[in-house]
């Protein structure tokens, strides 16, 4: 599996068919729930970071904040302008690991696990470090990720659907502290591979590395719901740092 398998994956046609039951109402709830427990005025501007298909950046913006978005993928970015066409979010591409501001923001979201795709800590808190520098006093950090003890414990090693006229594989495995995905599609006949791959971190390993870069512990919560965090039963871990 190649380390970047994410450009592939996230390239595909085939990406929207295998998330379709991840929908917006899905991302309105996580975003009504991180709006009502922070504190930003009409002034305050946002940054959906590694924004995929905009579901979160676009109801932002439909809520009259002032956004901005990037994604390493063209495809997705893509997809964010079809979205979009009434709220029109800034979106501009870039790689998680390289991208700088000059801009001083009041939140910086980090969602639907769109962290811990690299090989090294370092390649992945990067982002989470730099950004401590162009967020404003009082700003906050939101990361939305995998609960680690819950995966761990709950892990379905195989399964198969049908969406559509799609026949769809996935294989699962914890290897070397990764969650790994083989992803089998048929389609017509003709079968394509894509692979996924997150580093499982622990909630307490998380809070050491935020606090390390300067941050301070807010808010956690289990799910897009709001129920408090419990690390054997919760599915998510919804971590809410402030600077």
């Given at each position: 599996?190649?380390?970047?398998?994410?450009?592939?994956?996230?390239?595909?046609?085939?990406?929207?068919?295998?998330?379709?039951?991840?929908?917006?109402?899905?991302?309105?709830?996580?975003?009504?729930?991180?709006?009502?427990?922070?504190?930003?005025?009409?002034?305050?501007?946002?940054?959906?970071?590694?924004?995929?298909?905009?579901?979160?950046?676009?109801y932002l913006a439909s809520l009259?904040?002032?956004?901005?978005?990037?994604?390493?993928?063209?495809?997705?970015?893509?997809?964010?302008?079809?979205?979009?066409?009434?709220?029109?979010?800034?979106?501009?591409?870039?790689?998680?690991?390289?991208?700088?501001?000059?801009k001083k923001f009041d939140l910086?979201?980090?969602?639907?696990?769109?962290?811990?795709?690299?090989?090294?800590?370092?390649?992945n808190f990067r982002f989470v470090?730099?950004?401590?520098?162009?967020?404003?006093?009082?700003?906050?950090?939101?990361?939305?990720?995998?609960?680690?003890?819950?995966?761990?414990?709950?892990?379905?090693?195989?399964?198969?659907?049908?969406?559509?006229?799609?026949?769809?594989?996935?294989?699962?495995?914890?290897?070397?502290?990764?969650?790994?995905?083989?992803?089998?599609?048929?389609?017509?006949?003709?079968?394509?591979?894509?692979?996924?791959?997150?580093?499982?971190?622990?909630?307490?390993?998380?809070?050491?590395?935020?606090?390390?870069?300067?941050?301070?512990?807010?808010?956690?919560?289990?799910?897009?719901?709001?129920?408090?965090?419990?690390?054997?039963?919760?599915?998510?871990?919804?971590?809410?740092?402030?600077?």
């Amino acid at each position: 599996m190649e380390k970047d398998w994410f450009k592939d994956w996230f390239a595909s046609e085939e990406y929207n068919s295998v998330y379709n039951h991840r929908d917006e109402d899905d991302a309105k709830k996580l975003i009504d729930l991180i709006l009502s427990h922070i504190t930003l005025n009409n002034n305050s501007l946002l940054l959906d970071a590694a924004c995929g298909r905009g579901r979160h950046l676009n109801y932002l913006a439909s809520l009259k904040l002032n956004v901005i978005g990037f994604d390493l993928s063209m495809q997705f970015l893509f997809q964010v302008k079809q979205k979009s066409l009434k709220v029109n979010p800034a979106i501009f591409r870039a790689d998680i690991r390289e991208v700088c501001f000059k801009k001083k923001f009041d939140l910086v979201l980090n969602l639907f696990t769109s962290f811990g795709y690299f090989e090294t800590d370092e390649e992945n808190f990067r982002f989470v470090k730099k950004t401590f520098s162009f967020l404003n006093d009082n700003g906050y950090y939101v990361l939305d990720y995998l609960n680690k003890s819950y995966l761990t414990q709950n892990l379905i090693p195989y399964s198969k659907r049908l969406i559509g006229d799609i026949v769809l594989e996935e294989f699962r495995e914890i290897k070397n502290d990764r969650v790994i995905k083989k992803i089998l599609i048929e389609r017509g006949g003709k079968k394509k591979i894509f692979h996924e791959s997150v580093k499982l971190y622990s909630k307490d390993f998380l809070l050491e590395q935020f606090i390390s870069f300067g941050y301070s512990y807010f808010k956690l919560f289990g799910d897009y719901e709001g129920h408090p965090y419990d690390e054997i039963k919760s599915e998510r871990l919804i971590m809410i740092f402030q600077k």
